[in-house]
């Protein structure tokens, strides 16, 4: 039985029967049903998922408080989730009818040639709960616009999530060309092992991510792995002070910090240190912590109590090690009877000597270090074993791109941080993982190429 706490009172939200009695019949439907559906006409796929999306879409209001039960969101955040995802479904539905289209290479009258893009088959899904709409969408809609079918397996901590999108399948698509599945670990990497799989794509910690890509050792396949991260930014001495800590406050601390980019160290020039962290102390005072679902409420728990635990233990080893704390926990009224109830804590005098500095926290705090000039910066910001983001914050494009350029990430942004643009490939380096989604390669990862060579006359 797979049971879902809610972080809001630490109780039994929802529980559901796991599905591993039905592997066999899921995989087997969406072979069938991904025949008939790459058979279809890309238009009319890409018509038949943009009503899935208005579906889904439709349902807004429950969908929103569903997600703040399961993850602690607050409510008034929560819409953001669904214009996201709306967001990434219509740019990627936009663009497939052309990515998709057959490649010609004919160079003479008496051939036709091209090159055709093929469905792979059938694609698993893992997603993670934390943006679990947000994430899942960059995987399962161009992956059944590009003629595959879709087998979703969600976290445990949001398995309405997987239920509210079949819904709108049941509704608006061919039968079994979007399924979903309740899974323990063992036998998801069943699935991703089973050779009838084509394509995975999984987000989820580094550890997981190993399984995964070892659950694929006898076969030849594609995937797509998005695991930790440690992301920062560099406030450059020429920044917009005001600007750049109202974003990276957000950055550090929307959904309690937890987020796959969000920020989690930040690098800022000895010549503005002073009064960015001023700043940066004040704006945090502005988050009122407490219920989700009251809609005064700008910041909520952590997902769970191990969470909590977790980052706690972190920043308390940072503070043995001489890191100071700057934000005071009694100038915030909040549900104390539950631990996973953290404040937004700022850490200073803290080094890359400390873990909470160079390992994924996942939660409502950051570390911020004074560095005397950009080559300090980009030697810290690599000394990660990580790579999904990075920012820096100047008013100078050239020394962005520049900076940019030495920095080892997946996205590189200028005065911009903890958001995706579906028209840029989502993807990371080092442990952070492997692959993309998101943007006119996630096509080229999504289907194969098939070459025509035909000549006409002999």
């Known amino acids: 039985m797979q049971k879902t706490i809610t972080p809001i009172d630490n109780t039994l939200y929802i529980e559901r029967d796991y599905n591993g009695d039905k592997i066999e019949e899921t995989i087997n439907n969406s072979m069938k049903a991904q025949k008939a559906w790459a058979d279809l006409n890309i238009k009319d796929r890409i018509k038949l998922l943009l009503n899935f999306v208005e579906d889904f879409l439709s349902r807004g209001e429950i969908i929103g408080e569903e997600l703040s039960r399961q993850i602690g969101r607050p409510i008034s955040q929560t819409a953001s989730e669904l214009k996201g995802f709306k967001e990434r479904a219509d740019y990627m539905l936009s663009i ?10 004919a160079k003479d009258s008496n051939f036709k040639s091209y090159i055709k893009r093929k469905a792979l088959g059938v694609v698993f899904v893992i997603a993670p709960w934390n943006y679990p ?3 899942s969408v960059n995987s399962i809609i161009p992956a059944m616009a590009a003629g595959n079918s879709v087998i979703l397996k969600h976290s445990a901590q949001t398995p309405l999530c997987a239920e509210q999108l079949y819904q709108s399948a049941k509704k608006t698509l061919p039968k079994d060309v979007f399924n979903f599945l309740h899974l323990n670990h063992e036998d998801s990497l069943k699935i991703v092992s089973d050779n009838r799989i084509n394509f995975v794509s999984f987000t989820g910690s580094v550890k997981a991510g190993y399984d995964v890509q070892k659950a694929t050792h006898n076969k030849f396949i594609d995937m797509t792995l998005e695991l930790g991260g440690k992301d920062p930014a560099y406030a450059r001495y020429d920044c917009d002070l005001e600007k750049t800590v109202e974003n990276l406050v957000d950055g550090s601390f929307f959904n309690s910090g937890q987020s796959c980019c969000g920020i989690e160290r930040i690098y800022v020039d000895e010549k503005i240190y002073n009064n960015f962290l001023e700043s940066f102390v004040t704006k945090t005072y502005n988050y009122k912590l407490g219920n989700p679902l009251e809609k005064e409420t700008n910041l909520g728990p952590v997902v769970k109590l191990s969470a909590a635990e977790f980052i706690l233990k972190q920043m308390n080893s940072a503070i043995d090690k001489g890191a100071k704390k700057m934000i005071d926990e009694n100038k915030f009224s909040f549900p104390k009877e539950h631990k996973n109830y953290l404040i937004p804590q700022v850490l200073t005098n803290v080094s890359h000597e400390m873990n909470f500095m160079t390992e994924e926290t996942f939660g409502p705090s950051v570390g911020i270090m004074k560095v005397k000039d950009e080559n300090e910066a980009i030697k810290l910001m690599n000394d990660s074993p990580y ?8 008013k100078d494009l050239e020394t962005a791109e520049r900076i940019g350029n030495k920095v080892e990430t997946g996205t590189f942004y200028m005065n911009r941080c903890d958001y995706l643009d579906p028209a840029l490939s989502w993807t990371g380096v080092k442990e952070t993982g492997k692959g993309c989604s998101l943007s006119e390669a996630a096509y080229e990862k ?10 006409k006359k002999q």
């Open 96 to 105: 497939a009818e052309k990515k998709l289209a057959n490649i010609d290479v």
């Open 133 to 135: 709409y947000l994430v």
């Open 387 to 394: 790579g999904l983001t990075a920012s820096i914050w100047t």
């Open 446 to 455: 999504l289907t194969a190429p098939k070459s025509f060579h035909l000549r």
